[in-house]
């Protein structure tokens, strides 16, 4: 079967860190785009991290620029999301999503949009305690 699965979250206290698996089994290609996504209670989901399996070019948020690292076996079609320095308003659910068409037109544009991905995982928890 298809299916993006998600490891590695947990509670943790501020400042500790946390790595976060993906792996993308049962699909008729390689991803050409993996990417991390997060969701907090009572708000949108939004983009963490992507990555080009290509040439592994990383597009980060702002607010996790420095402490998140986004990195990938392409051997095993997995993603990974380094966190060190968490902080409270870190903690969500985070979603793994991935794309596998390289010619989708305006995606590079769009790929820290939550609606530019078709792909998802079920999410793992991560819980930052201050």
């Known amino acids: 079967a298809q299916a993006l699965v998600e490891s590695g979250g947990g509670s943790v206290q501020a400042g500790g860190s946390l790595r976060l698996a993906c792996v993308a089994s049962?699909?008729?290609?390689?991803?050409?785009?993996m990417g991390w996504f997060r969701q907090a209670p009572g708000k949108e989901r939004e983009g963490v991290a992507v990555?080009?399996?290509?040439?592994?070019?990383?597009t980060y948020v702002d607010t996790v620029k420095g402490r998140f690292t986004i990195s990938q076996d392409n051997a095993e079609n997995t993603v990974y999301l380094e966190m060190n320095s968490l902080r409270p308003e870190d903690t969500a659910m985070y979603y793994c999503?991935?794309?596998?068409?390289?010619?989708?037109?305006?995606?590079?544009?769009?790929?820290?949009?939550?609606?530019?991905?078709?792909?998802w995982g079920q999410g793992t928890q991560v819980t930052v305690a201050s």
């Open positions: 999503a991935a794309e596998f068409r390289s010619s989708r037109p305006g995606f590079k544009n769009r790929m820290m949009s939550p609606g530019a991905w078709n792909y």
């Open positions: 049962g699909y008729y290609q390689a991803p050409i785009y």
């Open positions: 990555i080009s399996t290509s040439d592994g070019t990383a």
